[in-house]
């Protein structure tokens, strides 16, 4: 029997100004996702892809590994997407909120259909 794999995508992006704050590095960001995987006790075998936007700013989402989730996520190729924090995946919190409220239920509910 072939089991569908829940898939989660880890997101994580580094801008060069964060490069002065140790505790955003980019294997920083991947140990704390990685963890918190690790203890997700209602998820058992997961596929976990790491999708990384190293030197890119976060005030627009014209950054290539965002865009690369965004198709996955449309596609429903992808159930479950991880930051470390907000901030990592946009810096303009109306945006950010606008693909947490409005954009990813539409594709979640696309999928279900």
């Not at 997961?46 to 449309?74: C, H, M, S, W």
């Amino acid at each position: 029997m072939n089991r569908i794999p829940y898939i989660i995508a880890l997101y994580i992006r580094l801008s060069v100004e964060d490069l002065k704050a140790e505790s955003m590095s980019i294997e920083n960001q991947k140990y704390a996702l990685h963890q918190y995987v690790d203890a997700m006790e209602d998820v058992s075998n997961p596929e976990v892809q790491e999708y990384i936007d190293n030197g890119f700013t976060g005030t627009n989402f014209e950054r290539p590994a965002v865009q690369k989730l965004f198709d996955l996520a449309q596609k429903g190729a992808v159930n479950c997407i991880i930051v470390k924090d907000f901030s990592r995946f946009g810096r303009n919190s109306i945006e950010v909120e606008y693909y947490l409220e409005r954009v990813f239920p539409l594709y979640y509910f696309k999928k279900t259909i």
